[in-house]
């Protein structure tokens, strides 16, 4: 364990072994700090935090502090941070709130670049990279392997599927399909993330299926959103990466689905979010 002087760690801190807390950072509070992981300089974490094991954290970042949400009122919630994570330069992550089931968690292997913002009661899976000053509302729901990018926002509640990429500069208010790529000051669905896709090396095979699938629920013309997912289904039934996009459609959440912007989603599929 390595501590510099000038660092301060309150007597309720947890750190395992070979943490490392370099100048002037501030742990307090009950927060447990695991192996391995390392604080630059001038971090700050507080609140019922706690970390995992090999994770680095840069200058500036918050962890843990009360969440910007009025109806706060200082309840114990927690933020659970996993393993191998990157926190660069003024990251900011919130505890959850009563009113989101008291848990802001975040994956391992997730990648947090400088300002972006992970509000109270998201949750956030593995290997997501969140491009610089994107920022999320509470109660975000993101899935493993998706990508924010950079000076996007995620409007709250929203959830965004595994492996889905939201373009630079997005509004994001709507839910985005598993596969999906999104766009736009007020964003929409612009197609599959097909680069994605092949980085994580699915085989030609799926990513054939996912495509056909895609151009049957959204570029077909004719019929409802309900008989097209019901063709998919069939049609696609052996195709488990298919099968997640449908399961995820089927799991309305409290956002309607962003589509794109040539497709009418009849009522009340495309409510009110």
């Known amino acids: ?8 760690i309150a007597p309720t801190v947890k750190l395992a072994a070979n943490v ?4 002037y950072c501030v742990v307090e509070g009950e927060v447990s700090i695991g192996e391995g992981t390392e604080l630059k300089s001038h971090v700050v974490i507080s609140g019922h935090t706690a ?12 962890l843990g502090h009360a969440p910007q949400d009025l109806k706060y009122k200082g309840e114990k919630s927690q933020l659970l941070i996993g393993d191998h994570n990157i926190i660069r330069e003024y990251v900011t992550m919130n505890p959850g709130t009563e009113g989101g089931g008291m848990i802001t968690s975040v994956g391992s292997h997730c990648l ?7 509000a109270h009661d998201c949750r956030i899976g593995n290997h997501v ?20 990018g950079g000076m996007s926002a995620v409007h709250q509640f929203v959830r965004i599927g595994p492996h889905a990429i939201i373009g630079g500069m997005s509004g994001v208010e709507h839910d985005v399909i598993p596969y999906g ?6 964003a929409s669905l ?7 896709l092949k980085r994580q090396g699915f085989d030609r095979d799926t990513i ?11 570029e077909e013309e004719g019929g409802t959103l309900a008989d097209r997912t019901q063709k998919a289904r069939q049609n696609y039934s052996s195709v488990n990466e298919v099968m997640q996009m449908l399961a995820f459609m089927d799991d309305k959440g409290s956002r309607s689905l962003c589509v794109p912007k040539s497709f009418t989603i009849p009522s009340p599929l495309r409510g009110e979010g």
């Not at 490392?20 to 100048?23: E, L």
């Not at 947090?112 to 992970?118: C, I, L, W």
């Not at 790529?181 to 007020?186: A, C, L």
């Open 51 to 62: 970390i995992g094991k090999h994770c680095k954290i840069f200058p500036f970042a918050s």
């Open 129 to 148: 990279i969140m491009a610089n000053n994107a920022t999320l509302g509470g109660h975000v729901t993101i899935g493993d392997h998706a990508i924010i």
């Open 20 to 23: 490392s807390v370099g100048p």
């Open 190 to 196: 612009a197609g599959l993330n097909l680069v994605g």
């Open 112 to 118: 947090f670049m400088a300002g972006t913002h992970v």
């Open 1 to 8: 364990m390595t501590l510099h002087p000038t660092a301060i």
């Open 208 to 218: 054939h299926a996912l495509r056909n699938a895609y151009k049957l629920l959204f």
């Open 181 to 186: 790529s999104v766009m736009g000051e007020r």
